[in-house]
């Protein structure tokens, strides 16, 4: 295997940590000169590893969502038409040669909302630009990733002190 390819990477679960480990790569590409792309989906809160992002060269961070959370799928067509813009800004990046790496976080719930088709995701990369390295997050990852991404890590939540009642604190968990 060609490590002159472009991996594809999902993280998953329902764990704390997977933007985290996406943004960990990100911060990891740029101090290495790579161009990255910063896709969140299905989010519009601002945290402070976003604002952090936002000081690093090399790194370009878009947010799509209607700010508002999405219970037992019922996404409003804001939702649907945000997800949409920044899918098609996902599509350019796959197939050009501005960025080395392009993370789409919170991706997945794209397949459980049904606002995307395996079949249509499958088509724009597996035609994309080769050395393009994606990383792609969410909760619930569909089976088709299982054969074709080339790394996979579940992060199972074991203790969290929201269990408990705790709120997120700033700086820590946003």
Not at 3 to 13: K, L
Not at 46 to 69: M, R
């Amino acid at each position: 295997m060609s490590t002159n390819r472009g991996f594809i990477q999902v993280y998953y679960g329902d764990g704390k940590g997977k933007t985290t480990a996406a943004i960990g790569s990100a911060v990891r590409a740029v101090g290495q000169g790579l161009k990255v792309l910063f896709l969140q989906f299905f989010k519009k809160n601002v945290t402070g590893e976003l604002i952090s992002l936002q000081y690093l060269p090399g790194i370009t961070l878009y947010q799509f969502g209607s700010g508002k959370f999405i219970l037992n799928k019922q996404w409003q067509e804001e939702d649907c038409q945000e997800f949409m813009m920044g899918w098609e800004m996902a599509k350019r990046a796959l197939h050009g040669e501005d960025y080395d790496l392009l993370i789409m976080d919170e991706f997945l719930y794209a397949f459980s909302y049904q606002m995307l088709r395996w079949d249509d995701f499958f088509k724009e990369l597996s035609t994309r630009n080769p050395k393009v390295e994606v990383i792609i997050t969410g909760r619930k990852i569909i089976p088709q990733f299982i054969d074709y991404a080339d790394l996979i890590t579940n992060m199972t939540l074991i203790k969290h002190p929201y269990q408990q009642g705790i709120p997120a604190r700033k700086g820590i968990e946003y």
